[in-house]
């Protein structure tokens, strides 16, 4: 349970004393907001490279979740889930992310599935769908199809535009002061700039007057007389519009929020005819952030205006939402209003960079004190005059949108360069954002309970009908030892989680009965999850290309390039040449390839004279006295010598204890299948029945066991036959679903890096895992293409602090 803490605060109080508090009001509302906040959230935020994609580019996303309240990755998230939807929302294609200390890395190729327009993007865990809030990320991206879209014009004016005036807490009240907040937008739901306009009365008398700013948003005062009509005047275009003011209630009270450098001044005012019905009724001022209520109780008396103080550091930092309950509970107000302090935001120093033959160095010091806490980031390097940008950040995202009902319009506006002036216009726009995404009737009628679990892989259960006991070994698999589980008559079914397969891997299972005979198993295995489930959303994305006014007729023709290029697995090769099978493989492996064609195998004939030529340690069970074929990274002298002393004293009779060192011991694939430590079947193997081996010694790309023991893949020719023993005796189950594995991200080569479509929708580079040195700098090496100017944006978390900015770069 969290804690629900009662504000203490400076109260300035006009005309009137405060009573004591009505106990029993006091403790149904912090109990039924504890009972809602009891649950974890958790929050995810996407970067994506760009936002306008080419077909036959791809789309790179990094991922950060994060615990909603205490703003720290959520290092113990494990599944996440990405959709892409069209614009009739149908998924077009979906992906399950593997989440690790927080993170995500994933990628979508803009294949043949897609053509011509917008997309919406999710991400999301099975954990938040437990919420009626909504905690997932959702944003618009745009494909262009070259085929389709020959030019792209800039769209014109549209002549549908909804202008709304919306009163400051809610209630627009009769004979009192309000505050107005106005938003005008186009039928894109895009704010329309600079719009000026009146409000005037019934007799076409003018009130008052406003202006909205570039994201048509404004605000303006109106004291509305009882019984009179308004309405706002304002010209877009060509065209005169006139909106009606409605909804001024005769009766009731109004909540107006004033910022005052470190603290914010709240005002509760009534009129003369509402005063006596509520001059000895309790109200409360509730401040919450969706994890912690803080609350005052007062009473008007005999006056018509409450005025309360507080400071900024007695309030939550980031979003605050003030609600005005009358003595029964029933919300009546709401504000909200977002308190800078304590929301820490990393900035770089001056850039340096420096160009190298064909590398640009780049170096953006953060002089950072480094902890043992979270240092991750993302960068991606688009051309000066990209047209690609997104609405959100990583910190609108996480501290601005998922409190909202409303999508904010370049969201990431307001926490980049903050100055004064964007402090008020932010206070502007939450004026016109009504009430938050915590539904009221939600919090106390339909507390959150655990219908969805937290998960972290797939989970499985293994059930078998025999009436004997038996021993079932599971195979190993790229991110799981080999486990052995005992199956009885009485307990025959086994459960287990935690399971990442990816790509193509399927549970293999090998049946060990009581005498010892080696057996192919029948078993009933249920997996869960098995298919990415859907999650509702309360509130679409806006689009994005639409935003950017200055887009200029752009001849996409250019792009054709890209129907020239074919993928093959993880690498783009062109058709000018045809490669050979060695040649594709060595192009998709870190690791080395060769073919064992006729020379390979006169100069080796075996593979374990092969493996010894390449720097491992080799054991060969015909001539040691272990009786075990045994391969070692050569590279780890300690264990290598350890072993062959311990094969010295095996020979002599004695118990030597021989340390199976996963760190020592490379990952071995043969035709795909990973064979454990028990290597025997390798003894004595032609290279004549093998038709390439893969030695990649580092262990890089090998996954979350390889280490840096290095990894062996063999893959032997279709004739070879394995009879040694049952080594192949085993069942196979399909995984319904498994994990995405992140390709190599490939950057496109432009025909013509100084056309207007490389300029405004090319890339340059995308860096999804990057972390500060020890000298908490960013450095990154780019390939020079001959650009001299370029923009490097960066989002990410270091320690308590969050990173997003977007830098000019120019080139001497």
């Known amino acids: 349970m969290r804690k629900i803490v009662v504000l203490l605060a400076i109260v300035v109080l006009c005309f009137y004393s405060v009573y004591g508090q009505d106990q029993q009001s006091d403790l149904d509302l912090i109990t039924v907001y504890d009972d809602y906040a009891e649950m974890e959230r958790e929050l995810v935020f996407a970067h994506l490279n760009k936002s306008i994609y080419i077909k036959g580019e791809s789309i790179g996303i990094k991922a950060y979740i994060i615990d909603k309240y205490s703003k720290q990755l959520a290092i113990q998230a494990g599944n996440l889930y990405c959709t892409i939807a069209d614009e009739n929302d149908s998924i077009v294609e979906s992906k399950l992310l593997m989440v690790e200390n927080g993170t995500a890395t994933g990628d979508f190729s803009i294949t043949e599935k897609y053509t011509s327009g917008h997309y919406t993007i999710k991400l999301y865990t099975n954990w938040m769908r437990n919420f009626n809030e909504d905690n997932l990320y959702a944003e618009t991206i745009r494909v262009i199809d070259p085929s389709i879209e020959q030019q792209l014009v800039q769209q014109s004016k549209s002549d549908g535009l909804d202008a709304q005036f919306l009163p400051e807490g809610g209630h627009l009240l009769a004979d009192v002061e309000n505050v107005l907040g106005i938003v005008i937008k186009n039928d894109k739901g895009l704010g329309v700039p600079d719009i000026e306009g009146n409000i005037v009365n019934e007799s076409d008398e003018v009130v008052t007057n406003f202006k909205v ?6 605000k303006c005062l109106l004291t509305p007389k009882k019984g009179s009509t308004y309405k706002a005047k304002f010209k877009y275009g060509e065209q005169e519009f006139k909106v009606d003011i409605k909804a001024i209630d005769s009766n009731g009270v109004t909540l107006n929020l004033s910022p005052l450098r470190d603290k914010v001044a709240l005002t509760i005012r009534t009129n003369t005819e509402t005063l006596p019905t509520i001059n000895k009724t309790y109200f409360k001022l509730a401040i919450h952030n969706g994890n912690a209520l803080k609350e005052i109780t ?10 309360k103080v507080i400071p900024n550091k007695d309030l939550f930092s980031g979003l605050n939402i003030f609600t005005l309950f009358d003595a029964n509970n029933n919300p009546l107000l709401e504000r909200l209003f977002f308190n800078y302090e304590g929301v820490h935001l990393l900035q770089s120093g001056n850039v340096s960079a420096s160009i190298a033959n064909d590398t640009i160095a780049v170096s953006l010091p953060y002089n950072n004190e480094m902890t043992n806490s979270a240092n991750t980031l993302s960068v991606s390097v688009l051309p000066i005059r990209t047209n690609s940008f997104h609405h959100q950040n990583i910190v609108s995202q996480f501290f601005l949108q998922n409190y909202l009902k409303g999508y904010v319009e370049k969201a990431h506006y307001y926490f980049q360069e903050i100055t004064p002036k964007k402090t008020f216009e932010l206070d502007m726009l939450l004026i016109t954002q009504g009430w938050s995404s915590y539904d009221w009737n939600t919090i106390f009628n339909n507390p959150p309970d655990y219908d969805f679990d937290y998960e972290s892989g797939i989970s499985y259960t293994i059930n078998s009908s025999d009436d004997f006991d038996k021993q079932l070994m599971i195979f190993p698999t790229l991110n799981h030892p080999m486990k052995l589980v005992t199956l009885t008559k009485d307990d025959n079914s086994y459960m287990a989680s935690g399971l990442f397969p990816i790509n193509n891997e399927e549970v293999r299972i090998r049946q060990i009965n009581a005498n010892g005979k080696i057996t192919k198993p029948d078993l009933y295995i249920q997996f869960d999850p098995i298919k990415i489930p859907e999650i509702s959303m309360g509130l679409k994305p806006l689009i994005i290309d639409s935003a950017n006014r200055q887009l200029q007729q752009i001849d996409m023709s250019i792009a054709a390039s890209f129907n020239q290029i074919e993928r093959l697995d993880e690498v783009l090769i062109t058709k000018k040449k045809d490669y050979t099978k060695i040649e594709k493989l060595n192009n998709r492996s870190v690791g080395t390839v060769e073919e064992m ?8 004939r075996t593979l374990d004279r092969y493996l010894r030529d390449k720097g491992f340690f080799v054991q060969n069970g015909n001539n040691n006295n272990l009786g075990d074929f045994v391969i070692l990274n050569n590279t780890i002298n300690s264990f290598r010598d350890r072993f062959v002393e311990n094969e010295y004293l095996a020979g002599k009779g004695l118990s ?5 060192e996963a760190s020592s011991i490379p990952i071995v694939y043969l035709d795909d299948v990973i064979l454990g430590q028990n290597l025997n079947m390798l003894q004595n193997m032609s290279l004549e029945d093998i038709e390439w081996i ?11 066991r390889a280490g840096g023991a290095g990894l062996i893949r063999i893959k032997t020719r279709p004739t070879f036959r394995n009879d040694n023993n049952t080594e192949n005796v085993y069942a196979s189950y399909e995984i319904p679903l498994k994990f995405n594995v992140p390709k190599t991200f490939y950057v496109p080569e432009y025909t013509a890096y100084d056309s207007d479509f490389f300029k405004e929708f090319g890339v340059i580079d995308w860096f999804p895992n990057m972390k500060l040195d020890d000298k908490g700098q960013l450095n990154l090496k780019i390939t020079n293409n001959q650009i001299r100017e370029f923009k490097v944006f960066v989002e990410g978390m270091v320690d308590d602090a969050f990173v997003s900015e977007v830098k000019t770069i120019t080139l001497n």
């Open 213 to 218: 700013n570039q994201f048509g948003i404004g």
């Open 298 to 307: 007062f009473k008007f008396n005999d006056e018509i205006e409450v005025i």
């Open 597 to 604: 064609d006729a020379d390979m195998v006169r100069r080796y």
């Open 656 to 660: 030597p204890e021989i340390g199976q």
């Open 694 to 704: 893969e030695v990649n010694k580092s262990g890089v790309g090998g996954g979350l």
